[in-house]
């Protein structure tokens, strides 16, 4: 890849989610992850990455170039392969293993593996990835450090979810008939959450390991934006990105602290509002005269 990005970067992400579930915890019965001491919503990073790359997959089609790693219902080894037959390393049978050959070539096939999969798929250049079905094959191109990182985001004001029972028209059987047992199941909802996540995009990461382009860099702003547009179902309800703030530095090692652009953002509930259940309940205000010299501001 060329044109590999040279400044530093933090955003903000505001997006909110009415009537559905934003991030379900499994170890919860799939209700809307809170921190339980002030019942503020959490939705992790790694679901907002799937959105990402979710979103990548449909736009970019397997062009090359932009493949995703992390593919649902896709082995890792099936990548692997693809990376072992472009590098010329030699498989033993079908076990996954793969043919003994001195410490210098292996040196030298791992730095080409990391490069292979770092220039093939999107997902490894920009988050990175920790390729442990390499480790198995006795390679060591493994944890590749991605310039691109997210935080937990988390609702503006605590969320209140809902168990709503779900009923069935069509039974399975003629008993299910007669006993009337047309309960389906339950589903949790948030009547409505306006939540806040924090990223970080480092030019000396993207410089150093994966080469994450200024190309990269707009796919990755574009994705965000629209990462729920094709991603709508029952279980989330209606949600949708309001607002990508992005930072940016004059050069690679950053002008300013990351927590103190942070700062400069303020979300809050209006004042003649007792309940919000819309995006225009909330004021959304930005301390731009105490930027930083050397840090610039863009709202998408």
Request: net charge neutral; hydrophobic share 35%.
């Given at each position: 890849m060329?044109n590999?990005?040279?400044?530093r970067?933090?955003f903000?992400?505001?997006?909110d989610?009415?009537n559905?579930n934003?991030?379900?915890d499994?170890?919860a019965?799939n209700?809307?992850?809170?921190?339980?001491?002030?019942?503020?919503?959490?939705?992790?990073?790694v679901?907002?990455k799937k959105?990402?790359?979710?979103?990548?997959e449909?736009?970019?089609d397997?062009?090359q170039?932009?493949?995703?790693y992390i593919?649902q219902?896709?082995?890792?080894?099936?990548?692997d392969?693809?990376a072992?037959?472009a590098?010329?390393v030699?498989?033993?049978?079908?076990?996954?293993k793969?043919?003994k050959?001195?410490a210098?070539?292996?040196?030298?096939?791992?730095?080409?593996l990391r490069k292979?999969?770092?220039?093939n798929f999107?997902?490894i250049r920009?988050?990175?990835?920790?390729?442990?079905?390499?480790?198995?094959?006795?390679?060591?191109c493994?944890?590749v450090?991605?310039p691109?990182?997210?935080g937990?985001?988390?609702?503006i004001?605590p969320?209140?979810?809902?168990?709503?029972?779900?009923?069935?028209?069509?039974l399975?059987t003629?008993?299910?008939?007669?006993?009337k047992?047309?309960t389906m199941?339950?589903?949790?909802i948030v009547?409505?959450?306006?939540?806040?996540?924090?990223g970080?995009?480092?030019a000396n990461?993207?410089?150093?390991s994966?080469?994450?382009s200024e190309?990269d860099?707009?796919?990755?702003?574009?994705a965000i934006?629209n990462?729920?547009?094709?991603d709508?179902s029952a279980?989330r309800g209606k949600?949708a990105?309001r607002?990508?703030?992005?930072?940016?530095?004059a050069?690679k090692?950053g002008?300013?602290?990351a927590?103190k652009?942070f700062?400069l953002?303020?979300?809050e509930r209006?004042?003649?509002?007792?309940?919000?259940?819309k995006?225009?309940?909330?004021?959304?205000?930005?301390d731009?005269?105490?930027?930083p010299?050397?840090v610039t501001?863009e709202?998408?």
């Amino acid at each position: 890849m060329t044109n590999v990005i040279n400044n530093r970067y933090e955003f903000i992400i505001l997006f909110d989610v009415e009537n559905g579930n934003p991030n379900g915890d499994p170890d919860a019965g799939n209700m809307p992850r809170v921190d339980p001491e002030t019942n503020l919503g959490i939705v992790t990073d790694v679901c907002l990455k799937k959105k990402i790359r979710n979103y990548v997959e449909v736009v970019k089609d397997d062009e090359q170039g932009y493949d995703i790693y992390i593919k649902q219902g896709v082995p890792l080894n099936v990548s692997d392969k693809r990376a072992y037959k472009a590098v010329g390393v030699e498989e033993d049978g079908d076990k996954g293993k793969v043919k003994k050959t001195t410490a210098e070539k292996k040196k030298q096939q791992d730095e080409e593996l990391r490069k292979f999969m770092c220039s093939n798929f999107y997902d490894i250049r920009t988050f990175g990835a920790v390729m442990t079905t390499f480790v198995k094959g006795a390679f060591n191109c493994g944890q590749v450090r991605g310039p691109v990182q997210l935080g937990f985001a988390r609702s503006i004001d605590p969320i209140f979810p809902q168990d709503i029972t779900i009923t069935r028209c069509a039974l399975a059987t003629e008993k299910e008939a007669e006993e009337k047992r047309n309960t389906m199941g339950k589903k949790y909802i948030v009547p409505y959450g306006l939540y806040r996540g924090e990223g970080f995009v480092s030019a000396n990461l993207a410089q150093k390991s994966t080469n994450f382009s200024e190309s990269d860099l707009e796919l990755l702003w574009d994705a965000i934006v629209n990462m729920f547009e094709h991603d709508h179902s029952a279980a989330r309800g209606k949600m949708a990105v309001r607002e990508l703030i992005i930072f940016k530095h004059a050069d690679k090692l950053g002008n300013a602290p990351a927590h103190k652009l942070f700062e400069l953002v303020h979300v809050e509930r209006k004042a003649d509002v007792q309940v919000a259940r819309k995006y225009s309940d909330y004021v959304v205000s930005i301390d731009e005269q105490s930027l930083p010299d050397g840090v610039t501001l863009e709202r998408r």
